[in-house]
């Protein structure tokens, strides 16, 4: 049986999840969605700069709706940054085909805060 510390962990964590669920759109309303949302979600606003073989210059300011509760960029919008942009690179290097990360490994130096703009190359 489980502890009295360890149930209230357990409860809490229920509580977490279920309130940002009801702070969110309707299931079916998320279920209608168009395919590709999620990309253009995270994409909108950003810039190429410059576009080489293997190689793009992009800007990108952060916006308030890829922040965090600590107001700054999510790690998960970072992720997504980070494989959306890398698909881009393969076809700069002539692949016809998007890549499929099989594993992400992503080392954050700073944090990314909201309406602050910079250059990322990959």
């Known amino acids: 049986m489980a502890s009295a510390s360890a149930a209230a962990a357990l409860e809490k964590a229920r509580q977490l999840l279920e309130e940002a669920a009801a702070e969110s759109l309707p299931t079916e309303q998320v279920d209608a969605l168009p395919s590709g949302f999620y990309d253009a979600f995270v ?3 950003i810039r190429v700069h ?3 073989p293997g190689r793009l210059l ?3 300011t952060v916006p ?8 700054f960029l999510h790690g998960g919008a970072t992720a997504s940054l980070v494989d959306l942009v890398g698909t881009a690179v393969f076809y700069t290097a002539g692949a016809q085909t998007r890549g ?5 490994n992503i ?7 909201s309406d602050v703009s910079g250059f990322h190359r990959i």
């Open 107 to 113: 080392s954050y130096l700073d944090a990314a805060f």
């Open 43 to 45: 994409l909108c606003g």
């Open 50 to 52: 410059a576009v080489e």
């Open 64 to 71: 308030a709706r890829l922040l965090n509760s600590g107001n």
């Open 58 to 60: 992009c800007h990108f």
């Open 100 to 104: 499929s990360p099989l594993e992400m």
